[in-house]
């Protein structure tokens, strides 16, 4: 019976749909993250009696036919990429985006990583730094004898050196965008790689056209919404339920048919 490898399809479909709204809500605090949304499409076609063919000799038409679906497959986990809250934290090495763009981190890899999370910190020898250690291109060094640091919409990072009234510019961060955000690949820790599907990236400086603005002392929060997760972890456990249901049915009528004197 086609019913129960299509109930099974379904059964799958649906694990994965909880796998995914199960990792949205345990990044519910994770700092610019971006929530997924699984995807799924319909699987091949059986015609039993092909639509648009001769029905008789007088050339009428079958107007629908017969069509059995055999089920359905994930095709995608898509990533919304709206914008998070703004959580304050008063922290003056903390930076959020306000709009597009991503903040260029150093991999040890030699790759360029792309990050929301501005939650940084200074190295020994005072460079800025991810808090993995990883430093934040294009490479900003705060000195030692810096009192205070202050960093503008555009991402121009001043300190007050102590003895010094007027404040020195210590560099500007630069941000990345790209034309298919949705196609970076997420590689954990809150870093993404460039690959073919997101386009290559256009980096230029805060506030400019284009791109975001920098905003001191606060972190982007993640963009997950706890109420919609839940009511959808219900919807995909249902569906999950309906779908057993069909390979319990479809489970009695063969048991039927084998039972029959």
Do not use: C
């Not at 089920?71 to 986990?77: H, I, L, Q, R």
Request: charged residues 15%; hydrophobic residues 35%.
């Amino acid at each position: 019976m086609r019913s129960l490898s299509i109930g099974a399809t379904g059964m799958l479909a649906q694990q994965l749909n909880v796998e995914v709204i199960s990792n949205n809500i345990a990044n519910l605090n994770t700092t610019g993250y971006k929530r997924q949304r699984a995807e799924f499409s319909d699987l091949l076609y059986q015609n039993l009696r092909r639509v648009g063919t001769n029905s008789s000799d007088t050339g009428t038409i079958v107007p629908t036919g017969i069509q059995l679906g055999l089920g359905v497959k994930p095709t995608a986990t898509y990533r919304i990429t709206e914008q998070g809250a703004m959580q304050i934290t008063d922290n003056s090495l903390d930076v959020a985006v306000n709009g597009e763009g991503y903040f260029n981190v150093e991999l040890p890899s030699g790759e360029t990583g792309y990050t929301r999370a501005g939650a940084f910190q200074l190295s020994p020898n005072g460079d800025i730094v991810t808090p993995d250690g990883y430093t934040v291109q294009p490479g900003i060094n705060i000195p030692t004898n810096a009192v205070s640091v202050s960093i503008n919409a555009s991402g121009e990072v001043y300190v007050k050196l102590d003895g010094q009234i007027a404040p020195t510019l210590a560099g500007q961060f630069d941000l990345a965008t790209f034309p298919n955000e949705a196609g970076l690949e997420a590689i954990g820790d809150n870093y993404f790689l460039e690959t073919p599907a997101s386009g290559t990236p256009t980096t230029g400086s805060a506030n400019s056209t284009g791109f975001g603005s920098i905003l001191q002392g606060a972190l982007e929060s993640s963009n997950v919404n706890a109420v919609s997760e839940i009511t959808n972890l219900i919807t995909a456990q249902r569906a999950y339920e309906m779908n057993s249901k069909i390979i319990t049915a479809s489970d009695e009528m063969m048991r039927s048919v084998t039972n029959i004197r």
